[in-house]
């Protein structure tokens, strides 16, 4: 049995016994969709200077703005066309079978919710980019409908009701975390039996609180990533590698587990 193999059984074995098992995912689950992430080989930070995403910058400097909008209408976080992947359907699996307690994610792609997870099991500790929001009287516009306003032309939109600056509904450098979101997060973090970490280098505050605080109420974590994490110490089952085809193999001993129970 490989190496691989063993720390697949191991993961299938905690799954199929647990009951309440939270996913945290980061950009690496969405890599497989053809979205990069942020500090991998090819990470939008390789390209894009973070400084350039903070609300501070968003907020003062019409050019940054520009660019912002220019990504999500057609760059490299155009969003319309993207489409679930291995790991967002393996997650999707989890819930089927009754044992998923939710997906805590720092992504803002909407993958989750449209591989099948129940809207309600997804905390989206980062926002979305399904819309965009008015910083002045809180209207929530459809990104599509901006992407459209964007292709026609316009640079800084601003909303039709008060004339108001628009802004992607996805949390910048600076910006406080949707606080219903993060405390229930950290309640089922605390809560849950195991927490299986996906795609993200945990470097990140307050998200990459969440699988610690788990790991320190006594859940299991399992860390699944392509490159080291700041969390593998506290890791009960590392594995490196890709998450499409681990957790997909995961899946599939977890059901043969499952299958074998009830013969
Ligand atoms: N399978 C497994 N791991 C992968 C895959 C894959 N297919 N593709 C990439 N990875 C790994 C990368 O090697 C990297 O270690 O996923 C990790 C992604 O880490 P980050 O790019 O740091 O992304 P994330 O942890 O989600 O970043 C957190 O930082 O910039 C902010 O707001 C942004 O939500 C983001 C936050």
């Not at 909008?69 to 679930?84: A, E, H, N, R, V």
């Not at 998923?100 to 591989?115: E, R, S």
């Not at 809207?119 to 399904?130: A, C, I, M, P, T």
């Not at 969390?231 to 957790?247: M, N, Q, S, V, Y």
Request: glycine share 8%.
């Amino acid at each position: 049995m490989t190496d691989l193999t063993h720390q697949v059984e191991e993961v299938a074995h905690l799954i199929a016994d647990a009951k309440r098992v939270l996913v945290f995912t980061g950009a690496g689950v969405s890599t497989e969709s053809g979205i990069p992430d942020f500090r991998g080989t090819d990470g939008i930070w390789q390209k894009y200077d973070p400084e350039d995403f903070t609300i501070q910058k968003f907020l003062s400097d019409k050019q940054v703005r520009k660019v912002q909008w220019q990504l999500l209408s057609t760059g490299d976080l155009s969003m319309s066309k993207i489409q679930p992947n291995p790991t967002h359907f393996a997650i999707t699996e989890l819930e089927n079978m009754g044992k998923l307690y939710g997906v805590v994610t720092q992504n803002v792609d909407g993958l989750h919710q449209k591989a099948g997870v129940s809207r309600e099991k997804v905390f989206q500790l980062h926002g979305d980019l399904s819309h965009a929001v008015c910083l002045g009287c809180g209207h929530r516009y459809p990104m599509d409908m901006v992407a459209e306003w964007l292709n026609q032309g316009m640079e800084d939109p601003a909303c039709y009701l008060c004339m108001g600056m628009l802004k992607p509904d996805a949390v910048l450098f600076g910006e406080q975390l949707p606080i219903k979101v993060l405390m229930e997060s950290e309640r089922r973090s605390r809560k849950c039996d195991v927490c299986v970490v996906l795609g993200s280098t945990l470097s990140v505050y307050p998200a990459c609180l969440i699988p610690q605080y788990a790991a320190q109420a006594g859940a299991s974590l399992v860390i699944i990533n392509m490159g080291p994490t700041e969390l593998d110490h506290l890791a009960h089952i590392r594995i490196e590698g890709k998450a499409g085809d681990i957790t997909t193999k995961i899946i599939r001993r977890v059901k043969a587990r499952l299958e074998d129970e009830h013969d």
